[in-house]
């Protein structure tokens, strides 16, 4: 076994991501294209601190690790922290790595990291079999702090008889909508220049309704231009005549779907039909009739996401102490959110 930190994305360390990647698990957030997404947005790469181990010469696991200051501390993060939904380490598919021979490279890990930062702070993890195979909430000593929200698309007409009040709404939204035009579903825009301008309307519509500075820290019009390319990058659309009044950016990993970025158009005459909902229960429909297994909303607490599931995903956060300063520094986290 082989260890190595590295402070750089050289060439080797792309190959060898590259390679991990052919996990059918790996999703999206773990992608070298999207952690390069990440890292380009601002003055990132200083901050890498990325961990591979190596097993008879081939890349076992990826610890993509970055470092953040926050006041006089420095904390241990995934890449891509503030903008993935679920992070994690990537892992070689061959080989099934059992607990003691994870712990001792986990030892070897920290050994490496400890003189790097005052705390390791790895947060929204799962352990979901059928999308990831993260070792850390695995074998690791992980607490739970909050839940994602699904739709097992197995149970959906179990849903909708249970929802049969909304979608009756839902169905005279449509109606009223389809009086004043012609009122299209668009389930797969396919060409790359289109997305990229249907992203931009939609991140600008989420910057009507958002704060300046938190739509910032969000979303970024340039970073998600920047993964479009990828064939699992779905943009849906929702369109009144020639206008587009609903958006979303999925991605579709293993039968499984990925509800990113929704919006809709700020408009009062349109806003009282829920185009939003409406696009969203028109995916549904669709990735249900597509034989998808879950139709995942991903990070946040939103209350129309409670509204429509039937599933629910813990998340995990590994917290762990390298010196007084990171113990201060827990203790204040006991409190609030990173």
């Known amino acids: 076994m082989k260890i190595i930190l590295k402070r750089e994305i050289d060439e080797t360390l792309k190959k060898d991501w590259k390679f991990l990647e052919e996990n059918k698990n790996i999703l999206i957030f773990q992608k070298l294209s999207w952690n390069l997404s990440w890292l380009n947005e601002s003055d990132r790469y200083k901050n890498i601190s990325i961990i591979i181990v190596y097993e008879d010469k081939k890349p076992l696991i990826i610890f993509p690790f970055c470092i953040i200051k926050k006041l006089n501390f420095k904390i241990l993060r995934w890449i891509g922290y503030d903008m993935s939904d679920y992070l994690g380490p990537l892992t070689n598919a061959e080989y099934k790595i059992e607990k003691n021979f994870f712990n001792d490279i986990w030892r070897e890990v920290l050994k490496l990291v400890n003189n790097e930062c005052d705390l390791i702070y790895l947060d929204k993890q799962v352990n979901e079999s059928f999308f990831s195979n993260n ?17 097992d698309l197995l149970k959906w007409r179990e849903v909708k008889k249970n929802k049969n009040k909304s979608l009756q709404k839902f169905r005279w939204a449509k109606k009223k909508l389809s009086e004043i035009g012609e009122l299209k579903f668009i389930e797969k825009v396919n060409d790359v220049n289109e997305k990229k301008k249907l992203i931009k309307k939609a991140l600008g519509w989420k910057k009507e309704k ?44 293993n039968l499984n779907y990925f509800y990113l970025v929704p919006a809709y158009k700020i408009e009062p005459n349109l806003i009282k039909y829920s185009p939003g909902k409406i ?29 429509w599931t039937n599933s629910m995903i813990d998340m995990n956060l590994y917290i762990k102490t390298t010196n007084l300063s990171g113990l201060i520094l827990s203790l204040f986290l006991k409190t609030k959110k990173i």
């Open 210 to 253: 958002k704060n300046k500075l938190v739509f910032l820290k969000s979303f970024s019009e340039k970073f998600y231009s920047k993964i479009l390319d990828d064939k699992n990058i779905i943009v849906s659309a929702l369109k009144l005549n020639n206008d587009f009044i609903a958006i979303s950016l999925g991605y579709v990993n």
């Open 279 to 307: 696009l969203m229960i028109e995916l549904l429909e669709y990735f249900e009739n597509q034989n998808f297994k879950y139709f995942d909303f991903c990070d946040g607490q939103e209350s129309y996401k409670k509204n």
């Open 135 to 151: 070792l850390i909430t695995r074998y690791l000593n992980c607490k739970k702090y909050e839940q994602t929200y699904g739709t």
